[in-house]
């Protein structure tokens, strides 16, 4: 259990450690784990809880460093993980995925949670909100980061209509939206993102659809967003 850097988590707990096998090119944690040569067994840590009931209501991203949902996730470490949530709820839960068809293994998840997926274009965004669709949890999000890609849409009336959709059809009540860090070879130029992230900002906006713009982004302080979840 940690203090997180990331803006909208207080604190972050990695119960699951080990080398994330999802292997994103992007991936901090696993350039950690190369770096200081960390011990790459993926394995469950009970002492990660440790401290958490001393803590004041707080929110906490569970599984910061490595996919939570893929096939290499013992099902007695995820019991566990919920049992812990249960049991502490005065804390916000956060769960963040790019495996949303395994989501629906473990819904209705508990009230005190908040359940993302992760897009970096436009294809996952859409796979993303209809996978949600099934899924129970007190909140449903997307999370835009990093945004490495997105298609000009062809028919803006027809995009508008999806962002809407996602609130009426789907029950996704909040977006992300955040760039890549670092100095990656390959990755968009930072103004091409700002200027995706201002498409999908103005689309949600119409919506009703609240946004949270991570600091990456850069974008001027009256176009920075720091909106929440409806309650």
């Not at 784990?33 to 991203?61: A, C, E, N």
């Not at 949890?137 to 835009?144: P, Q, R």
């Not at 027809?158 to 390959?186: C, D, F, P, Q």
């Amino acid at each position: 259990m940690q203090k997180s850097k990331i803006e909208w988590t207080d604190y972050t707990v990695n119960p699951v450690k080990g080398y994330c096998p999802m292997a994103c090119p992007y991936c901090y944690a696993r350039r950690m784990y190369d770096r200081f040569r960390w011990d790459k067994t993926i394995r469950y840590d009970d002492t990660s809880w440790f401290g958490i009931v001393h803590l004041p209501p707080s929110r906490i991203f569970v599984g910061s460093t490595i996919e939570l949902f893929g096939d290499w996730i013992i099902t007695a470490w995820m019991n566990c993980i919920l049992d812990q949530v249960k049991l502490n709820s005065q804390h916000t839960f956060i769960f963040l995925t790019k495996k949303p068809q395994n989501l629906g293994k473990w819904s209705p998840f508990p009230p005190n949670t908040w359940v993302g997926v992760s897009a970096t274009n436009q294809r996952m965004f859409e796979d993303g909100r209809y996978l949600l669709h099934p899924v129970q949890a007190k909140v449903k999000f997307l999370s835009i980061e990093p945004l490495l890609d997105w298609e000009p849409p062809k028919d803006m009336l027809a995009w508008h209509y999806n962002m809407s959709s996602l609130v009426t059809r789907t029950g996704i009540g909040w977006l992300i939206i955040g760039a890549e860090t670092g100095n990656r070879k390959g990755k968009p130029p930072l103004e091409q993102v700002q200027g995706w992230a201002r498409e999908i900002i103005k689309a949600a906006d119409e919506a009703g659809v609240p946004v949270f713009t991570k600091d990456n982004l850069k974008l001027p302080a009256n176009e920075m967003r720091r909106e929440w979840p409806k309650p």
